[in-house]
């Protein structure tokens, strides 16, 4: 057969170079890849051609006779890419995590150093970088986004925990430990509709309204998050996000699942799974959660897909959201608490403990047998101390010391003051309110009793509530009246030490009425009596200062517990049964510290929000088990972040897609599982595998036929599937692709009945290769040779169109922006036909064979030729106008 022949061009004058190489269309960006740049290489593509001119190298201009040396070589571009690259880096660490934002040009990694990085598209900027510490971790597992783009959440195996970062700052906004290390986790977003929900959506929350706005945490303290410290942040809102209901999924080892509502409250903990989860999802539409787990046994590993039905969810889900935005309320103001009574603590200062400190050693070193209690008295008495009095009072506190020690106590007891009113008593009735409303809910038993919200426990949580703002209250007190008594003692004191020196008193520092020689009296009488007992627990005999006891973290009883005799109510109570016993009242704790009550008020309000966790966690019945393969590959040399297998969910048609690979021929071929969210409905063509047949060079239109072993791949959008091969006969350097898989061409309507799979489900899938339905693919574009890159790993982006290709040595990233049009044109006519016309020249892509494809390259060759030896010398030099010629010649 002969091979069709392509019109030459005609030998024509050289025209003039072009002011730009070529232009997208409709003014978009220039997109000419040479080909020893940006990975372009030869590639297949919508709208692409190879340039071959003359007989010599490809894309070498020969000089007519009389030339005096040989023409530059030229790099004419190999192809016009499918897809361009916009950004390429070389990272100093290996990266074990990508993920693109869901609504911006971001991209988030993690690195081997336990770094999580966050990196913009263009030019792969990095934005900020959030390092490892001991707080939060070192080992960073996998990460996951909000679905509006605003949180990152990322897992520690080290420290167990899961943080909440900015999208903004690198600062955690969040955090909370789990049981288990977390392997893999999922971010979802409902998008169920109901006439209860939308009412729901769009009604304010009372609580802003009936409750005031939690003051900012002071900045000043090393422990605050910005979440709670921000003046111009609706802290709390800005956590908990949009109204509308998202779930973030946690899966880890020894079927470690669990979900959280916005990302911080646990709802469910599921059970009944075994291994180890490598990729779970949860339906949109809350229908059914899909996972894939892995069991070790014999050396490999079995991975098998689970299909959970969450149908209480999905049937709950108005009361599922209300209650889930009440648990995360309550968890933010449970952590505003935690960081008031942790600023509470910075504020409170160690010089507080040298006044018990010099006491007990001027205990230790005293000869004379009168107590402390009496030195200081007769000082009060007779304004004179004994010798070894003088001597503590001058050598070791001195006059400097002590106005420092007392400048301190009142800076300190001020601040101290100032948090549990404003900060601690504010969080503390916030917390009142929302339980409360929480157990209003749970008395609708109709409505929330399946969920397992139960009214007893939420009124157990409501009474531990009580008993820490009475503890509150207490400190308040205690603080008070340290500060009035510290204020007399210290300024008479002050006035005794310079008396001792000799030094001049300010008049208004002499006046002392009796009600401050009666304060003064009290606490001697009271804080300074020697306490043998308190010597052999604390290793001191004094406990002068009273306010720190309160803020220590120990389950011991208070070294100074406040004096309740002569207290009429406390007497009364004490003697009432009924009351004693009644639940109008809170308990109280007067022997333990605001630590202590705290505490116990967190566990048992995890308790009480634990049940729910557990009934809905117990719901997921398995309803599907699937063994997909066995696999033998060790740890080494694939990386288990990486790896195979990819969950999806389709919200517009509600199925689960599965991408994984089968060992097949030494080939690992990508099969597509996918299932409806729906337990009870079925899906066609429900598993399927896929074998890269053709790819047609349009540059050259020659077909490059190989055998292609898939890598990754991992879903762009609904309908698109990126993917990774491995042309196991092409050459290092030339052997990866990246392409484009429409589901559109997997799953033809036409032929479905075609390829349905055979085989039984209850059987291993890579047992039975041969009744899985396999569709070969050939692609004439929507793919690009990777040159330059050993391209192992892939994270596509489909909202922002754009793909992330990660090499095997896990440090080399190439973006590229998968949205390129098909039909290209001149930036600026070359002649004045072009001119008339300014029409986009349209490439034609077809498949021949190899005798047609080299018929075609000798025909352009010598058509190319023969026009440039017709050409004027200068001409002949011209960059531009030899680049516009040999694509004049080849009909582009």
Not at 115 to 127: G, T
Not at 212 to 240: A, G, M, Q, R, W
Not at 390 to 417: A, D, H, R
Not at 658 to 672: A, G, N, Q, R, V
Request: net charge neutral.
């Amino acid at each position: 057969m002969r091979p069709r022949e392509r019109p030459r061009a005609p030998a024509r004058a050289p025209p003039p170079a072009p002011s730009g190489p070529l232009a997208r269309k409709s003014g978009r960006r220039k997109c000419l890849q040479r080909g020893a740049t940006g990975g372009g290489g030869r590639c297949g593509g919508s709208g692409a051609r190879r340039v071959e001119v003359g007989r010599g190298h490809p894309g070498r201009v020969n000089r007519g006779e009389g030339s005096r040396r040989a023409a530059p070589m030229l790099r004419f571009p190999t192809c016009f890419p499918s897809f361009r690259v916009v950004g390429e880096k070389q990272l100093p660490q290996e990266i074990i995590f990508l993920v693109w934002s869901p609504k911006r040009d971001l991209i988030a990694l993690a690195n081997t150093a336990g770094e999580v990085l966050l990196h913009r598209l263009a030019s792969f900027h990095r934005v900020w970088s959030f390092p490892p510490n001991e707080n939060t971790g070192k080992e960073v597992t996998c990460l996951a986004w909000r679905p509006d783009g605003k949180l990152l959440a990322f897992a520690l195996a080290d420290t167990k925990k899961i943080v909440l970062c900015d999208v903004e700052k690198p600062e955690s906004l969040h955090s909370f430990s789990v049981e288990a290390p977390v392997s893999c986790m999922h971010w979802m977003e409902v998008t169920a509709e109901s006439s209860v929900l939308t009412s729901f959506y769009n009604a304010e929350d009372e609580s802003n309204l009936l409750l005031p706005k939690l003051p900012t945490l002071p900045k000043n303290y090393s422990n605050t998050s910005k979440i709670f410290s921000e003046e111009n942040s609706d802290e709390i809102i800005k956590l908990l996000g949009d109204v509308r209901l998202n779930i973030l999924v946690l899966g880890g080892s020894s079927g470690f699942i669990e979900l959280y509502a916005y990302g911080m409250f646990k709802i469910a903990r599921v059970t009944g799974i075994v291994g180890t989860c490598l990729a779970l999802c949860l339906s949109s539409d809350l229908k059914s959660l899909s996972v894939v787990t892995e069991v070790s046994a014999g050396g490999a590993s079995e991975v098998s897909y689970f299909q959970l039905e969450t149908n209480l969810l999905y049937s709950f889900l108005p009361e599922v959201t209300r209650m889930a935005r009440k648990f995360t309320h309550i968890s933010a103001l449970l952590q505003y608490i935690n960081l008031s009574l942790t600023c509470m603590c910075e504020a409170w200062e160690e010089i507080l403990m040298q006044m018990d400190s010099r006491l007990t050693k001027f205990v230790q070193e005293k000869s004379t047998t009168t107590s402390v209690q009496d030195e200081f008295m007769h000082l009060l008495l007779w304004g004179k101390a004994s010798a070894e009095l003088q001597t503590l009072l001058m050598n070791q506190l001195t006059v400097k010391g002590l106005k420092k020690l007392g400048q301190s106590i009142e800076s300190s007891y001020s601040s101290i003051q100032k948090l549990v009113i404003s900060h601690l008593q504010s969080g503390s009735e916030s917390l009142l309110y929302h339980l409360s409303e929480l157990k209003g809910m749970a008395s609708w038993k109709q409505k929330y009793e399946p969920l397992g919200l139960d009214a007893t426990g939420i009124e157990d949580a409501i009474t531990a509530v009580g008993s820490f703002i009475l503890k509150a209250n207490e400190l308040l007190q205690v603080i008070d009246s340290s500060m009035k008594n510290f204020k007399a003692f210290f300024r008479w004191l002050y006035v005794a030490m310079l008396r001792m020196t000799e030094d001049h008193v300010l008049p208004e520092l002499n006046k002392m009425t009796q009600k401050d020689i009666t304060f003064v009296a009290e606490f001697l009488t009271e804080h300074f009596n020697e306490a043998p007992d308190l010597y052999n627990r604390k290793g001191k005999y004094f406990n002068v200062e009273k306010v720190g006891q309160y803020l220590k973290d120990e389950d011991d009883d208070l070294v100074s517990p406040p004096n309740t005799e002569g207290n009429q109510w406390y007497d009364f109570l004490q003697n009432s049964n009924h009351l004693k016993e009644s639940p109008l009242l809170f308990p109280y704790y007067p022997r333990k510290s605001l630590h202590f009550v705290k505490r116990r008020m967190e566990n048992i309000i995890d308790l009480c929000l634990q049940k729910p966790a557990d009934v809905i966690g117990k719901s997921m019945n398995q309803a599907i088990c699937i063994p997909l393969y066995r696999d033998a590959r060790s740890q080494e040399c694939t990386r288990r972040l990486f790896k195979f297998p990819f969950l999806w969910n389709n919200k517009t048609s509600n199925l689960h897609y599965l991408l994984f690979t089968i060992l097949e021929d030494s080939l690992y071929k990508m099969c597509i599982l996918r299932r409806h969210t729906d337990i009870s409905q079925s899906v066609s063509n429900g598993l399927i595998a896929i074998k890269f047949g053709s790819f047609t060079y349009a540059t050259t239109e020659k077909v490059r036929r190989s055998a292609y072993s898939c890598l990754d791949a991992q879903f762009y959008d609904d309908e698109t599937v990126t993917v990774v091969l491995k042309d196991t006969m092409g050459r290092e350097g030339r052997d990866r692709l990246l392409v484009q898989l429409p589901l559109s061409s997997v799953y033809n309507s036409e032929d479905a009945s075609e390829y349905q799979f055979s085989g039984a489900y209850s059987t291993r899938l890579d047992e039975q290769c041969s009744a899985i339905p396999t569709r070969t693919m050939h692609f004439e574009k929507h793919w690009r040779l990777l040159e330059s890159m050993k391209a192992q790993y892939v994270a596509g982006n489909g909202f922002r169109k754009v793909s992330c290709v990660l090499s095997s040595n896990l440090r080399h990233v190439r973006v590229f922006e998968m949205d390129i049009d098909d039909e290209w044109e001149l930036d600026e006519s070359s002649d004045e036909e072009e001119e008339a016309s300014n029409k986009p020249v349209k490439i034609k892509e077809e498949v021949l064979s190899e005798p047609e494809a080299e018929s075609q390259q000798a025909s352009a060759a010598a058509s190319a030729a023969q026009a440039v030896k017709s050409r004027s010398p200068r001409s002949r030099v011209d960059m531009e106008g030899a680049k516009t010629i040999a694509m004049r010649c080849y009909g582009i």
